[in-house]
C-alpha cells in the first residue's frame, strides 16, 4: 500500500511559477513509476506527465512540454512538478499517481493503468 500526499498548490498570477510536492509513504518508492495528472472543472481528468522510478526517464502531454519539468527524489520519497509560465487554462485540481514501474517499464498515461492516487492540490491562475 502507498499513500500519497500532495501539496504547494495556490493561487498565482499568469506566466508566474509553482511547484508542487507529492510526498509517498513506504520503503520502495523507487519501484513505482509516477505520474502527474489534472482535473479542470468540467472536464475530465488529464495526463500531465510522468517518471520513471530510477528518475531517469520522463514523459509530459504536449501541452505541458517546455512549461512544466517533473523530478523526484527517491530518498526523501518525494516526487516533484515543477510548473513555469502558468497560464489560465492550467487552472486544475492536481494529482500525483503510482503505479509498479515493473509491471509495464514504461511511463504510462491513462489514470486506469495507476494504482494508488493522493488527494490531489488546487493550482489556480488568475489572468
Known amino acids: 500500500q502507498v499513500q500519497l500526499v500532495e501539496s504547494g498548490g495556490g493561487l498565482v498570477q499568469a506566466g508566474g511559477s509553482l511547484r508542487l510536492s507529492c510526498s509517498a509513504s513506504?520503503?520502495?518508492?523507487?519501484?513505482?513509476?509516477m505520474g502527474w495528472f489534472r482535473q479542470a472543472p468540467g472536464k475530465e481528468r488529464e495526463f500531465v506527465g510522468g517518471i520513471s522510478g530510477s528518475g531517469g526517464s520522463t514523459r509530459y502531454a504536449d501541452s505541458m512540454k517546455g512549461r512544466f519539468t517533473i523530478s523526484r527524489d527517491n530518498a526523501e520519497n518525494t516526487v516533484y512538478l515543477q510548473m513555469d509560465s502558468l497560464k489560465p487554462e492550467d487552472t486544475a485540481v492536481y494529482y500525483c499517481?503510482?503505479?509498479?514501474?515493473?509491471?509495464?517499464?514504461?511511463?504510462?498515461?491513462?489514470?486506469?493503468?495507476?494504482?494508488?492516487w493522493g488527494q490531489g492540490t488546487q493550482v489556480t491562475v488568475s489572468s
Open positions: 499517481a503510482a503505479y509498479l514501474y515493473g509491471r509495464y517499464n514504461l511511463i504510462v498515461d491513462n489514470d486506469y493503468e495507476y494504482d494508488y
Open positions: 513506504g520503503r520502495t518508492f523507487s519501484s513505482y513509476g
